[in-house]
Nanobody, 119 residues
Framework: VQLQASGGGLVQSGGSLRVSCEAS????????MGWYRRYAGKERELVAM???????TYAESVKGRFTISRDNAKKMVSLQMNSLKPKDTAVYYC??????????????WGQGTLVTVSS
């Protein structure tokens, strides 16, 4: 099982970016999917998580600016980031709770994608 992230890059303050992540491999079921970010020298922090079609959580700092979405058929999760600020500069990691075809549910992480917001 792998998570492959794409998107990210450099954008000016106030701009928008979209990061996406696709799960692949021998997957029986996917639970929560979402995004974390890590500032240099700090622990990863939750940005947004979708537990179900009607259960989503966002970090306070991104509410109203970021939107998480899932395409279950494609096993994808995306994060649309609008009104970006320099403090959003971080490495963004996708996350998924996956039940592989063989084995129990476990936590899986993407490789991280850098988002840089210039002032």
């Amino acid at each position: 099982v792998q998570l492959q992230a794409s998107g990210g890059g450099l954008v000016q303050s106030g701009g928008s970016l979209r990061v996406s992540c696709e799960a692949s491999g021998s997957i029986f079921r996917i639970g929560a999917m979402g995004w974390y970010r890590r500032y240099a020298g700090k622990e990863r922090e939750l940005v947004a998580m979708q537990y179900s079609p009607i259960s989503t959580t966002y970090a306070e700092s991104v509410k109203g600016r970021f939107t998480i979405s899932r395409d279950n058929a494609k096993k994808m999760v995306s994060l649309q980031m609008n009104s970006l600020k320099p403090k959003d500069t971080a490495v963004y990691y996708c996350y998924a709770r996956i039940n592989p075809t063989e084995g129990p549910f476990d936590d899986y992480w993407g490789q991280g994608t850098l988002v840089t917001v210039s002032s």
